[in-house]
């Protein structure tokens, strides 16, 4: 088993900046894909940003392409996601999930999760 503890949600204004943290810890888990998924009221979990553990492949969504930074710290088995330029539509529960390949994208393939921090941009 793997488990993930995220960390660091807040309420923000627009335009200030918020670092996520997910602390992984159980079986070896540095062969799997660190993932970042985000779900707002009455929408679909989407996903925001992938990072392999070597950081050697990284993935954004268009929306958060060149405000959010998805990073790891192997030494401390923690992934963090840094957000610049908040927007109010980046208001939601973000989760931090682990995958087995690069090639899951759909929430239902995602193994492990944590419990989700909740996010807030007011305008």
């Known amino acids: 088993q793997v488990q993930l503890v995220e960390s660091g949600g807040g309420l923000v204004q627009a335009g200030a900046s918020l670092r996520l943290s997910c602390a992984a810890s159980?079986?070896?888990?540095?062969?799997?894909?660190m993932t970042w998924f985000r779900q707002a009221p009455g929408k679909e979990r989407e996903l925001v940003a992938r990072i392999t553990w070597s950081g050697s492949s990284r993935y954004y969504a268009d929306s958060v392409k060149g405000r959010f930074t998805i990073s790891t710290d192997n030494a401390r088995n923690t992934v963090y996601l840094q957000m610049n330029s908040l927007k109010p539509e980046d208001t939601a529960v973000y989760y931090c999930a682990a995958g087995l390949t690069l090639a899951t994208s759909r929430p239902a393939e995602f193994p492990y999760w944590g419990q989700g921090t909740q996010v807030t941009v007011s305008t």
């Open positions: 159980g079986r070896t888990f540095s062969n799997l894909v």
